[in-house]
């Protein structure tokens, strides 16, 4: 559900992987994945929607031990995993009841948990440790948590959807039209497959779908939804990118395995991270609960 294949350029893969897509990767395992994935959350709404908030606290769970063994294994960095994956887990949980007060209550008490477990290993790497035990805090479950907090007022539901209606829109117009269209390298250096011609996709369908979405699920104004679709696109083309910095810094390819096509859940949660603190902010703004 990710935009990591968002803005490819149109660059065919090799004839030894007939069952790969253009953008490179088995297409419909990675569908068939998405689709799932997609279902799971739908279930999780339209059910009783607080089950919602146990999905995002377990691809919270998952994404902080992918990122932290990718830490481990590829750069020798000890993320203090106990205290990022409880604190994570209380962040997520805390966002139901008390909202922004809990996500920061509990994310402080995380970093001072952190500085304290990481005594244990003296003073070598100390502060490069803790850097990235709290970037694994804000990054993974502190970003999640602003997901779980739009499930909360009356109508959180729509306002989920409307969040995940922008995100996969991006994701979709983008790799449509990168694959078709894709000429121009957005950012060669960082994620060569991304093309100024996906971005243009992605931001085409993420307008509409923002748009559509919000005007029909929440009332609001049509130029509300379009300007709410056009930040998603931009956020959740920076949080592919910046993923995509990460992997090259480690110098590795998917963050996990634990997917068939997409990588790890990691791989997937890099564009709906930042996009999930944005939904947040500009949903509050123009749809007061």
Same mark, same amino acid.
């Given at each position: 559900?990710g935009s990591t ?7 065919p893969a090799g004839?030894?992987?007939p069952?790969?897509s ?6 419909p395992a ?7 994935l997609g279902a799971?959350?739908i ?6 929607k ?8 377990l691809a919270v769970?998952?994404a902080t031990?992918e990122?932290?063994?990718?830490l ?18 209380a ?6 009841p ?7 209550s ?7 948990a952190?500085?304290l477990?990481?005594f244990?290993?003296?003073t070598?790497n100390y &502060?490069? #440790?803790?850097?990235? $035990?709290?970037?694994t805090? !804000?990054? *993974? ?10 499930v909360?007022?009356d ?21 449509a039209?990168?694959?078709?269209f894709?000429k ?13 011609e996906?971005?243009?996709g992605s931001m085409?369908?993420?307008v ?12 609001a ?17 920076l ?5 995509s910095l ?6 590795i390819k ?5 997917l068939?096509g997409h990588?790890g &859940?990691? #791989?997937r949660?890099? $564009?709906l991270?930042p996009? !999930?603190? *944005?939904?947040?902010?500009l ?7």
């Amino acid at each position: 559900m990710g935009s990591t294949a968002g803005t490819e350029t149109g660059e065919p893969a090799g004839d030894d992987k007939p069952k790969k897509s253009r953008a490179g990767r088995n297409l419909p395992a990675a569908i068939g994945v998405g689709l799932l994935l997609g279902a799971a959350v739908i279930v999780s709404l339209v059910t009783v929607k607080e089950i919602f908030i146990g999905v995002v606290a377990l691809a919270v769970g998952v994404a902080t031990y992918e990122l932290s063994g990718a830490l481990k294994r590829s750069a020798g960095i000890q993320v203090a995993f106990w205290p990022v994956f409880i604190g994570g887990q209380a962040m997520v949980w805390l966002a139901w009841p008390f909202e922004r007060n809990g996500v920061v209550s509990a994310f402080v008490v995380t970093i001072l948990a952190c500085l304290l477990w990481r005594f244990r290993g003296g003073t070598e790497n100390y &502060l490069r #440790d803790i850097s990235a $035990s709290v970037f694994t805090a !804000a990054y *993974v479950p502190m970003f999640a948590s602003f997901a779980a907090m739009l499930v909360v007022p009356d109508d959180g539901v729509a306002r989920v959807l409307c969040f995940l209606i922008a995100v996969v829109a991006s994701d979709t117009g983008g790799y449509a039209a990168g694959v078709l269209f894709g000429k121009h390298p957005m950012a060669p250096t960082i994620s060569p497959k991304k093309s100024w011609e996906g971005f243009a996709g992605s931001m085409t369908a993420g307008v509409v779908g923002g748009w559509l979405s919000l005007s029909l699920m929440l009332d609001a104004q049509w130029w509300q939804g379009a300007l709410f679709g056009a930040a998603i696109v931009m956020t959740a083309t920076l949080g592919d990118l910046v993923e995509s910095l990460i992997k090259r810094d480690l110098g590795i390819k998917d963050m996990g395995n634990l997917l068939p096509g997409h990588g790890g &859940l990691m #791989d997937r949660m890099d $564009s709906l991270l930042p996009s !999930a603190v *944005v939904s947040w902010l500009l949903l509050r703004l123009f749809v007061p609960s």
